[in-house]
C-alpha cells in the first residue's frame, strides 16, 4: 500500500529567542542565508551585503541569547558565517572579503561574545571569494593580486586565485586555536566551495575560464587526497594532498599532468548546488539532479517535473531516507534515489522555504530524537518536517508472530523433511524451544531486572558500537575508528561457528583491513614471542580448533573463500613473513591436521605451503623453515637436500643436529645424506667436526667405510701420491681418521673382535710394561760366531 509523505509542525519559532525578528527576516527577504547548529538548537541568518539591518541573527532555542548584529552603510558586512561543530559550547566564525575572521562563542556567560578575530590574508591587497568550514579547517579561495600570482596579464586574470586551510579548533573552555595557514591550491581559477561531512567540493563560477569550467575537485582530508573530476567527460583522477605533510598544487601544473580533461566542452549550467552526506547535489536548468560522489563519479537521480526558470526564486535540495526533496518556489517534489521516481509533490503555502542541515550524528537532545526520521524546512510560518506515514489500515504483525515466522525459515532451511513448518505448530510443539523463550521475553514473562542481567554485556557492547558507527560518520578518527570496527568484528565472528556467510565475511575483513583483523587475532590468541624466535599462546583449545578447521580433503573452498588458518597465513605473509613458520609451528603443537573438517586433512605446513604458491614460485627462505620447522620426516629431508643443493653445509648439519635424539631414523638418514656428499668432494672438510657430532652412535667403522666407498667417486687410473693441478682432491686417510674414532669411540670392544680394524682403533693408550731382564755380559771378540757358522748344514 503507497505511502504518503507529511508534513508535520515541529515549532511555530516561539520558543526561539529573537522569535519576531526571526519571522521578519524569513518573510522579507528571499535571499536570505540559513544555517543551523549541528545539534539543532540554534539558527543563523545572514543577509547579503547591502541588505537593511540587521544583517546577521543568531536564534537560540530554549534558554538563551539571540545574537544580533549590524552595519553601517559605509562598512562591509560578513561574506559568510558558519557553526563550528565544537561539542562543549556553540561557536561560529563570520569571515569578510577582506580577510577578517572572528569567532564568537556562547555558553560560558550570558549572551554571545568574541573569542578570537584574525586576518586570513595578512598580505594585504588579497580579497575572500569564497570560504567554507569543514570539520576543524576553515578553508577559503582568495583572489591575489596578478603581481603576487605571476604570468601574462590574460594568464593572471584567468588564474589569479588560491585556495587555502587553517586547522580551526578549540582551545579550553573560553579560547579558540586558529593553526597556521597553508596553500592548498596555486593559479586557480575562483571556486566556490561546499562542505559535505567529510569532503570538501570546489566547483566553478560564473566566472570560471570556459576552458576548465567543466572541471571540478573534490579535496578529502581524512583520506588526504584530491580528486579531479570532469563529470561530462567521465574521467577521475586521484593526487595526494595531505596539509600534514607540506603537499600543495599548482593547478595548471595538475591538469597538464592528467590527460583528457582539457577536452573542449561546453561549460556546466548549473542552477543549485547541494552538498548531502553522500556527496554533492547538481540541478540544471533542465529540472535534471544529479549526484557528484566522492570519487568523482557522477550518476543521475531523477527529473523534476517542473524545471528552474532563471536564478531568481528560492530553490534547496535535501535527502532523507533515500528520499530526494527539491523545494523549487512554492512546490516541494519528493523523488525515490534510486530509481528516479516522482513519489510525492506538494503545493506549499509560502514561496520562501530553506531547507535545514541533517543534525549531527550522536545528538543527544531529547527534543530533537524524533526528528532524525525526516527532512526539516524552515520558513516564517515554522519550523516543519517531512516524514514518511505509514496508512492507518496498515496492521503490523506483533513482536511475538515474527519470532515464530522467522523461527520457521531458519528451521524450514536446516530441516531434512519435506513438510512445511508453520508457526502454530512451532507454538505448539516443545522441540524448539528457543523461539517460545524469546517470544516469553516479548510478552514480558522475564522480568525487566532479569533481563536487564542477562543482556547488560550484549547492552554494552552494542552501545559502544553504535557510539562507534556515528563517529565514522561524523568523519572523526575515521582510521582508528575502522581499525576499532574491524577488531570488533574479527572478535564477534571468532564466536561464531565460522561457516559459509561468516566466514566470507571474515575473508572480506582481511583484505580491507589486515593490520586490524590481525590485530584481533593475536588478542584472540594472546600470542606473544618467547625470547628466542618462538610463539607462545595461552588460548583455550576451542579457540585454536577453530583457528585449524579446514575443508575436507578433496573439497575446494567455496568460492574461493580461504578457510581461517590459510586466511591468518596469507596476511603473515603480507604483514610480517618472518613469523609465518613460528605460528605455523605453534600451531602444530596446540592440535592436529584435519580438525574441524571430520577426516584426516593435508598437514598444517602443506597448508601453509599452498598459501604461498604453487612449487617453483615460493619464497625459497619461507618454505625453507616451513619444511624445517614441519617435523615431518619427508619436509626434512626435503629441506635439507635443498640446503645440500645450494652448498649451505653448516645450516644442513645444524638442521640435523636440532633434531636431538628424538628422531634417530631421521638424523640417521640425514647424516647418510651428508656424508655421500662428503665421500664425493672436500666442501665439507671445514665442517667436519658437525658431521662427527652428527654420526649416529650404533654405526659400526664397517658400517662406515662400506657407505664412503658406495659413493666415492669411480677411479679408471691407479690412484696417484697427488692429485692433478685442478682436480679435486680425494678423500684421504687424515680425514677419514676423525670419523672412525667416533665410531670407534662409541662402541667398547666387548668380547671377540667383530672387525679387522676394530684393534687398531681400540689402542689403550700406553705401551705394556717392560719384562724384567738379568745383567748384561759383556761380548769378547771369540764369542762372535764366525761365518762358517751361518753356513748351511
Known sequence: MKRAATLRLLSDLSNFSGAARLRELLAADPAVRV?????????????????PAPQLLVAVRGLGEELERAWPAGQ???LDAFFLPWPVRPALVLVWESGLAE???????PGWRLLQSTELCPGGGSRVVAVAA???????????????EGGVPLAAAAFSHCVCVRTLEPSGETGSNLGRPHILLHHCPPFRLLASRKDLFLVPTATTLPGVSHILLIWSPGKGKVTVAAPSLRLSYSKSLNPGRGDTWDFRTLLRGLPGLLSPRQPWT???????????????????VSLVQSHGGTRAVGTLQEAPVGLAGSTALGTFHGTLACVLGSTLELLDMGSGQLLERKVLSTDRVHLLEPLAPGTKDEEEMET???????SALGLFQVVWEAPQTLELPSAEDLVFEEACEYYQRRSLRGAQLTPEELRQNNVFRAPQALASILQGHVSPSTLLTTLRAELRDYRGLEQLKAQLVAGDEEEAGWTELAEQEVARLLRTELTGDQLAQLNTIFQALPTAAWGAILRALQLQPDGNGRLRSQAPPDVWKKVLGGTAVGKEPPNGVLPLFELLCQCLCQLEPRW??????????????GWGTGAPGPPLYRRALAVLGEEGTRPEALELELLLGSGRPKAVLQAVGQLVKKGQWERALESGLALGHSSPLLRSEIFKLLLAEFARHRQLDAHLPLLCRLCPPDLAPAELLLLLQTHLPDQSEPPTPFPEPGAEPLLTVGLLRALLEQTGAKRQPSGPVLSLYEDILWDPGTPPPTPPRGPMTTLQASDHPGPGAWAPS
Open 372 to 378: 532524525r526520521g525526516g527532512l526539516r524546512l524552515l
Open 134 to 148: 569543514p570539520r576543524g579547517r576553515l578553508v577559503w579561495c582568495e583572489e591575489r593580486p596578478a603581481d603576487a
Open 76 to 78: 562591509p558586512s560578513p
Open 35 to 51: 544555517r543551523c547548529s549541528p545539534d539543532g538548537r540554534h539558527l543563523l541568518l545572514l543577509r547579503p551585503p547591502g541588505a
Open 270 to 288: 548549473v542552477h543549485t548546488w547541494a552538498p548531502i552526506p553522500q556527496g554533492l547535489l547538481l540541478l540544471d536548468f533542465r529540472g535534471t
Open 103 to 109: 569567532v564568537w562563542s556562547a555558553g560560558v556567560g
Open 580 to 593: 609465518l613458520p613460528p605460528f605455523v609451528e605453534l600451531a602444530q603443537q596446540q592440535g592436529g591436521p
